[in-house]
């Protein structure tokens, strides 16, 4: 069956940078556009970032534009959001989620990484 | 950037009823519109598509309707495990850029 498992998350200082990692399996990893979206503690659900099956086309959420960058390792089955200059407002817990054909919608979600920004 | 408004933020009923959660977007989206169903401590999990389509294992209590700039989620009749937050989502056409509604928590009367 298909498994989302993120890492990477932690604690990190205002202006740091982490890196996230998601790894994929029970699908063909390679065909499918995965995003980033997180949840801050409490609140509703955030798009961050797209990316597209050969990393041909990333799109990103305004909040985040030209702080993170999507990527991913089709042979290595993996997702990665680096993560720079952090604020206290991204602190959230960040799910990897992959969309099928038309990429519409998010129909797999990993169980999410907590990402604490905090001096 | 279109908005996906939910109401009722919260929905107080009793196992058997019926709930009708809505959610209404600030300009057409067509029928390219889901729900997802979050429960505490979980991730989300796809209900519906394209406004009326259920996922993969959604028992039939749950459908969805609607089309446009106003869309539905009925529960027939409340299962104990239904009490969760559901959200609304939709993606622009180009560039593809996502939102979700705030919310809609659905909690025991």
């Known amino acids: 069956q298909v498994q989302l498992v993120e890492s990477g998350g932690g604690l990190v200082k205002p202006g740091g940078s982490l890196r996230l990692s998601c790894a994929a399996s029970?699908?063909?990893?390679?065909?499918?556009?995965m995003s980033w979206i997180r949840q801050a503690p409490g609140k509703g659900l955030e798009w961050v970032s797209l990316i597209s099956t050969g990393s041909t086309y990333t799109n990103y959420a305004d909040s985040v534009k030209g702080r993170f960058t999507i990527s991913r390792d089709n042979a290595k089955n993996s997702l990665y959001l680096q993560m720079n200059s952090l604020r206290a407002e991204d602190t959230a817990v960040y799910y990897c989620?992959?969309?099928?054909?038309?990429?519409?919608?998010?129909?797999?979600w990993g169980q999410g990484t907590l990402v604490t920004v905090s001096s | 950037e279109i908005v996906l408004t939910q109401s009722p933020a919260t929905l107080s009923l009793s196992p058997g009823e019926r709930a009708t959660l809505s959610c209404r977007a600030s300009q057409s989206v067509s029928s390219y519109l889901a729900w997802y169903q979050q429960k505490p401590g979980q991730a989300p999990s796809l209900l519906i598509y394209d406004a009326s389509n259920r996922a993969t294992g959604i028992p039939a209590r749950f459908s969805g309707s609607g089309s446009g700039t106003d869309f539905t989620l009925t529960i027939s009749s409340l299962e104990p495990e239904d009490f969760a937050v559901y959200y609304c989502?939709?993606?622009?056409?180009?560039?593809?850029?996502?939102?979700f509604g705030q919310g809609t928590k659905l909690e025991i009367k």
């Open positions: 029970g699908f063909t990893f390679s065909d499918s556009y």
């Open positions: 989620a992959r969309s099928e054909t038309g990429y519409e919608y998010f129909q797999h």
């Open positions: 989502q939709q993606r622009s056409n180009w560039p593809p850029l996502y939102t």
